[in-house]
C-alpha cells in the first residue's frame, strides 16, 4: 500500500493532512461548476506546477494517470456527441484536475496521517455507537489504493506490450481485477490480524468516561 508514496520528503509532506484533505475538497466544489475551459487549464497548469515542485519522482508519478486517459477520453467524446464540445472538454479538464489535486494528497500523505485527520471530522458517529476511526480508514484506503491499483495496472500494460508488441488487450482485466481482490483479501487480513474493528477508539470526547 505504501507504493503510492513519495519516500522522498517534499515541502508538502511537512504540510498536515487535515488542510490538504481541506483543501481538496473545497478545490473540487470549486471546479463543480466551472465550465470555461479557459479556467480550468489555468487550475490544471497551477497543479502541474506544485507537481514540479515536488521534484523529478512526482512528475514521474503522473505516468501512473494513463490507464485513465482512455476513460476521460470516452466520456468526452459521449458528452460531446450528447451536449456540446466545449463542455466535453471542460468536462475532461475538470475531473483530470480533481484527480491530479487527489493525488498530491495520497503521494505526500502517510495513511496514519490521513486518519488523525479524519478521525475528528467523523467523531459525530459515536453517537451512534460507531467507531470513526473505521470509516477513517475506509476513505483512508480508498485515496491510497487509486494510485496502487493504477500502477499495477500500468505493469501490467508495459509487460503485455513486451511480450506481444501491442497494446494493453481487454485480457488483462480479468487477472487485474484477481490481483485486486487478492490485494484487498492482503489488507483485510492485516486489519483483523491487528483487531482493528474491535479496538476501541483512543480518541475520546471530554464527556467520554474511561
Known sequence: MIAGYLARPTWLHRVPAGPKLGAVTVLSLLVLPVTDWRVLGMGLVLVLVIYASLGREALRRLALLKPLMPLLVAIALLQGWLETWPAAVASF?????????????TFTTTMQSMIDALTPVLAPLRRLGLNPR?????????????????????????????RTGRRASLRLIPSFVAEALRMADQVAEALDAR????????????????
Open 134 to 162: 473505521v470509516p477513517a480508514l475506509a476513505i483512508a484506503l480508498v485515496l491510497r489504493f487509486v494510485p496502487v491499483l493504477l500502477s499495477a495496472w500500468q505493469q501490467r500494460e508495459e509487460a503485455w506490450r513486451a
Open 93 to 105: 479538464m475538470r475531473i483530470l484536475l480533481m484527480v491530479l489535486a487527489a493525488s498530491l494528497v
Open 195 to 210: 483487531g482493528f474493528n474491535t479496538r476501541p477508539s483512543t480518541h475520546h470526547s471530554p464527556g467520554d468516561k474511561p
